[in-house]
């Protein structure tokens, strides 16, 4: 399961707005954006190391909005793969579930066999467990890097 990274997302940084220049492109010209997909994050993050905050959001019509908190970068360990999850909880929603709101309902119906769509859900969700989360799995997710939504 996951986010395929093919919905409209920004990230908001010290008021500047970042976001892939394809998927922003539909009817959304008017406005300023920093193109993420050649931006690295060490161009943003704080220099001496220190802590910064930005927005993200994904998927503008779910709205699922995150506030990102840098704690500061520790010294790269030899022999150590990056990037790497140290900790991390539950497992990640699925792509359009409906949001907030969306996931929850999600949720109800899952762990409610007499719920009316608890079936609807388990076919098109299949295995699902909200509570899974696995550090190993998610660092190797990132080192795999996002799915390209262009050839999804």
């Given at each position: 399961?996951?986010?395929?990274?093919?919905?409209?997302?920004?990230f908001e940084?010290?008021?500047?707005?970042?976001?892939?220049?394809l998927?922003?492109?539909?009817?959304?010209?008017?406005?300023?954006?920093?193109?993420?997909?050649?931006?690295?994050?060490?161009?943003?993050?704080?220099?001496?190391?220190g802590?910064s905050?930005?927005?993200?959001?994904?998927?503008?019509g779910?709205?699922?909005?995150?506030?990102?908190?840098?704690?500061?970068?520790?010294?790269?360990?030899?022999?150590?793969?990056?990037?790497?999850?140290?900790?991390?909880?539950?497992?990640?929603?699925?792509?359009d579930?409906?949001?907030?709101?969306?996931?929850?309902?999600?949720?109800?119906?899952l762990?409610?066999?007499?719920?009316?769509?608890?079936?609807?859900?388990?076919?098109?969700?299949?295995?699902?467990?909200?509570?899974?989360?696995?550090?190993?799995?998610?660092?190797?997710?990132?080192?795999?890097?996002?799915?390209?939504?262009?050839?999804?």
């Amino acid at each position: 399961m996951g986010w395929t990274n093919s919905h409209l997302h920004r990230f908001e940084i010290d008021g500047e707005c970042y976001g892939d220049p394809l998927l922003l492109d539909d009817g959304l010209e008017d406005f300023h954006w920093v193109d993420s997909t050649i931006t690295r994050i060490s161009g943003i993050v704080p220099r001496d190391g220190g802590r910064s905050r930005f927005l993200y959001e994904y998927d503008f019509g779910d709205g699922w909005e995150h506030e990102v908190v840098f704690e500061g970068c520790l010294r790269a360990e030899k022999r150590r793969r990056y990037p790497l999850c140290v900790d991390g909880e539950r497992c990640c929603p699925p792509d359009d579930v409906g949001g907030v709101r969306g996931y929850a309902e999600f949720l109800e119906a899952l762990a409610d066999p007499d719920h009316e769509e608890h079936g609807a859900y388990r076919e098109w969700a299949g295995p699902f467990d909200p509570e899974d989360f696995d550090a190993g799995q998610a660092s190797r997710r990132m080192r795999r890097g996002l799915p390209d939504w262009r050839r999804i």
